[in-house]
Each structure stands twice: as C-alpha cells, then as structure tokens.
C-alpha cells in the first residue's frame, strides 16, 4: 500500500500486532491456573492474578509509545486515525475475540488523544459488527445425556473435565453429586424430564477453588449448575453442587476476583454465562471472567444508552456524607460514580494519591467476596441537564480539581463506577429484626473474611459496609484499607491513675499503624439485643490476640480461602 493510507496500515497493523502480544500474553497466564490448582500453588495462583491485572496497561502503554514514533506529527491527526479504524475493523473481522480488539484499539486513542466524552470519529462507539463475533470452531461446551443413568453422566462430566480428578473420590463423589441433583429435579414443581447435562469446556479457576460451569436443559429451559472443586481428603473432588441462580450469581459476584478461565471466544462464554445468570449485566461477566477492560467499555456503552431512554437526573447516593469522596448516582441505574474530593473533611488527612493507591491495592487483592469492584473512568462527559442543580454546585465546589463545565457538559477528569449496595446504616434503620441481626453477624464475617484475605479495613463504621440484594455485608470505603499483616495490634495499657480515663488524649504512645480491637466496639453505632449479639457472637474481633494469630498464619504464608458457597451445598 502507498500513499497517504500507508501510515494508517501501519498503525492499524501495529495495534492488532499488540493486542495479538497481549492476547497470546493474558492466555500463557491464564493457562497457568491448572497446574497451580494441581499442586496447591496458591501464592502462584496470587502472582499470576496480580500480573494479569498490569499487563493490559503495560501493553497498552507500549503501543502508545510504538504509534506516536511510526505517525509522528500526524499522531493527532483525525484523517489519519479515521483509516487506521477502518482498515483495523477490516483486520479483525470474523475474529472470535474482535469485540476486544475493539476496546484496545479505543484504549490508545484516548491515551494519545486524551479524549473527553466520546470521539466518534476515532473510537469504536458501539461494535461496528452487527452481531456477536463469530464463534470458535468447537462448541463452548459440551453435552451430556440427562435422561439415562445420571451417575454415569456426572461421573463422565467428572472425568473429561480439563483439571486431575482424584480417582480415590471419583465414584462417590459422582453419586453423591447425581443424587443431589435428582433430589432437586423432583422437587421441582412442575418438574419437566432433564434433557441434557451441558458445561463448558474450560473449568473456572480462582484462588483455591476450581469450578465446572453449566446448565441442567429440560423442555421447560436451564437449571444452572456449578460443581466446586477443591482439594479434599482422597484428592480434589466436589465440595458443593450449586443449582440455584443466585447462589451461581454470587460465585460470579461483583464482589469477587477474576476468574482465570482459558477461552477461545469470550462472548461465546458470555452468552452461555447468561443462559445461568440472566440478570447479571453482560458487563459484569466480561469482568468477571477476566476482561475487565472491555465489560468497562460494556458499562459505558450501556450507561449511554440508559441515559438516552431515560429522564431522571444525577443525585447525591443516599447514606452519610463521606469525608474523603463524593458519591452520586442515577436513580433508575444500578451503580454509584465516587470522586475524589480536593481536600478531604476532618479528621482525614490522606492526599489525592493516597486514596489512588488504597484503590489500586484492592484493584489487584483478592476480593473475597467481600470489596466492591471499582471500574476507574477518565474524561467522561454528561450532559448538564442530567444533574440536580445542588449536587452539580457540591461537585464543582468539593471537586473542582476533577470537575469541571465545558459548555452545556459536565467533564469529569476521573471517576470511579462501583455497584449500588444498601449502605448497612441504612438498611438497619428499616430492616424486620430478623434481617438486621442476620447483617450485623454478616458485618462480622465480612471482617474476618477480609482479615483472612491480608485486608484490614481501616475504618469499621457500619457506613462504610453495604448490603447486596443477596443480603451479603461487603465493604465499599477505601481510603484507610490497608495490608492485615501491616497494622500493630495492641491491648489498651491500663490507666496509671483514674484521671488518665478522663483525659482527652491517651495516656500512652500511639503509632501510625497501631490498632485497638478493644476500641471496635464503640464504631459500631450498635445498641441493645444487635450491639450484644455482635458482641457474644464476634467477640474475638475485639481482642488482639485474635488478630496478631492471623498475621502470624497469613506471614507463614498460608492462603485462608473461604468458599463462595454455603458448606452444607457439599453433596458428599
């Protein structure tokens, strides 16, 4: 090619070589999650996690930097960029994977462009294919007989799946698992015969568990179905058998790490993910399955989208003010956008940067089920009209360093998009006595999940937590979290006189990274029958020991996993 589109191809060609480096990188990673299950190589499972998470940036990076030196000045030059997306949209074409390409060729223009709101020009705005990419050449998954021996099903499901099976615990965990299943078919209402047993060909992997994915079909449609594996006696066999859609829906929660889980068509698995989990947004299984960058541009697209068929405005999130950030939400949307604020209120003393890097922590952490996701924005644009006048002058007054007016737009310089949960003050106030003792025993278990996990939240007041449509307690406020393993647990000295109680200042030395569980108990805001009940069924959390015997657990190097799924799902 000559002439003027010879810059274009190059640049065209340059990208889909760096998104191929990066596909063949992110999968070589992924790959590995098989032979760390195999030998309980967790701490590896935890390093790969974290280097899957940098490599997107890494490399998107890389090519910036290759495509500024092959255009040169032209590098800003909207024709040029006009033909490289043509000639990349050509290139990609009837690949399986080309709704990625997509998003990576959109993550260097706007790192060249540093594009405010949406170029269409440049970036692929929505998918300029009309359907889904086309799917690979083996089917997503397979398909076994459901209307003969169930056993010999499972045990075939058991066998052929991609990760070592312990033979010694094959056969009965093959029964106990057809059992189990046969059990939930007749009770069933209007049960319908089972057709077919379908999973998907990978098996899911995160931290110490492995997952065989799939569906019961029968003539009335699909039952999910997830079989957990984990390293038992005897070997790895079944530890629960999940047919429910919000007990699969939790396994895929958005308050979960990313699975690794090798694919030759991600939206392939998506859609049959979907087939399980019919209300979790596509987005949130893009993420949830690795590709975190493009259910990002997933949500984008879908918040657009909301915005043009919808009419209510931008508002403060209910729940107390934060000091550190400013949340809002829409509504009739199901997420809420935090900025930082310029100067954070009293007493919080922690920098613009500081908050960054507690959100970049939990970023790459595992999230145990326990830390909301956070999705980072840069340089997004609504309409003005779309936001209550008192929350736009709060916005511009507390954030005017992120905030800002350019025209009838509001140009946010960053933001960050998390999942709408009840804030657990909130939900107390209004909840039936059973709901909020079963929250406030969450609330305790949602700390020593995050302990187990090295994650020390820093701040415990109950506003800082938030409760699901599961009714799971998960943590949201970032800006004091911490490593576990970092923090000095101490017991309160006793007071050298009766007057040092009184005193406003503490009658002892306090340490930057010392921490009083003795002190716990007045953040909860928690009176009467809850405030006991946290207090008799958690009352470790209040005692250092307890703490400083799980730093001594987590620094021998120990993983503490606990499962995604109620123990007494295990068939067996």
């Known amino acids: 090619m000559t002439g003027p589109d010879r810059p274009a191809w190059r640049t065209a060609f340059a990208i889909q070589e760096s998104f191929d480096a990066f596909q063949l990188s992110f999968r070589e990673i992924t790959a590995r999650a098989r032979g760390r299950f195999e030998v309980r190589d967790w701490r590896g499972m935890q390093h790969d996690a974290a280097e899957r998470l940098d490599l997107y940036g890494r490399c998107v990076a890389d090519l910036v930097g290759r495509v500024r030196e092959l255009l040169g000045d032209a590098v800003n030059d909207d024709g040029t960029w006009r033909s490289t997306r043509l000639l990349f949209t050509r290139m990609i074409a009837g690949r399986h994977d080309a709704e990625l390409a997509e998003t990576y060729f959109n993550s260097a223009t706007r790192r060249i462009f540093s594009t405010v709101g949406v170029n269409h020009d440049i970036e692929f705005v929505d998918s300029d294919f009309e359907s889904a990419p086309s799917g690979p050449d083996a ?50 209402p209007g049960s319908d015969p089972l057709l077919a047993i379908e999973v998907a060909q990978s098996v899911f992997y995160r931290s110490t568990g492995a997952y065989i994915v799939g569906r019961l079909r029968h003539a009335g449609g699909v039952t999910p179905l997830v079989l957990a594996l984990r390293h038992l006696d005897g070997g790895i066999g079944v530890d629960a058998v999940l047919t429910a859609e919000n ?70 999130a209910p729940g107390d003010k934060g000091l550190v950030m400013e949340v809002f939400t829409l509504p009739s949307w199901d997420e ?28 790459r952490h595992d999230k145990v089920g326990r830390l909301v996701d956070a999705q980072e924005f840069e340089h997004l644009r609504f309409p003005r009209a779309r936001f209550a006048p008192e929350l736009l002058d709060l916005l511009l007054r507390e954030a005017a360093s992120t905030v800002s007016m350019d025209g009838d737009s509001v140009v946010f310089a960053h933001l960050f998009s998390e999942r709408r949960v009840t804030p657990l003050n909130l939900f107390l106030r209004h909840a039936e006595a059973p709901a909020a003792r079963a929250a406030v025993l969450d609330w305790g278990w949602a700390i020593k999940d995050l302990a187990a996990a090295n994650i020390f939240p820093g701040d415990l007041l109950l506003k800082n937590f938030g409760v699901t449509r599961h009714g799971r307690v998960v943590f949201y406020d970032y800006d004091e979290v911490c490593l576990l393993t970092d923090c000095v647990f101490r017991r309160m000295p006793p007071a050298t006189n009766p007057d040092d109680e009184l005193d406003d200042q503490p009658w002892f030395s306090v340490g930057d990274a010392d921490v009083f569980p003795e002190e ?53």
């Open 520 to 572: 716990f108990v007045h953040f909860l805001g928690l009176e009467g029958e809850l405030r006991e009940l946290v207090c008799t069924v958690h009352a470790d959390l209040f005692d250092a020991s307890f703490w400083r015997a799980l730093q001594d657990r987590l620094r021998s190097g120990e993983v503490i996993d606990p499962p995604p799924y109620r123990r007494d799902r295990n068939p067996v």
């Open 247 to 316: 007990e699969v829906s939790i396994v895929f929660s958005f308050t979960r790490s990313y699975f690794h889980v090798d694919l030759d068509s991600p939206a392939e698995m998506v859609g049959f993910l979907t087939s399980i989990m019919p209300r979790k947004p596509v987005a949130e299984l893009y993420i949830s399955i690795g590709y975190n960058k493009h259910g990002k541009t997933e949500l984008y697209r879908d918040l657009l989208r909301h915005l043009r068929a919808s009419e209510d405005r931008f508002e403060a």
């Open 336 to 363: 809420v956008f935090k900025i930082i604020r310029d100067t954070p209120s009293y007493p919080k003393r922690t920098t613009h940067q500081e908050v960054m890097d507690k959100y970049r922590l939990v970023f």
């Open 139 to 188: 089917p997503v998954f397979r398909s076994y007989p459901g209307d003969g021996d169930l056993t010999a099903s499972l045990r075939a499901v058991l066998l052929e799946a991609p990760v070592t099976i312990g033979s010694d615990r094959l056969g009965r965990d093959a029964a106990a698992t057809a059992a189990t299943i046969g059990a939930l078919l007749r009770d069933r």
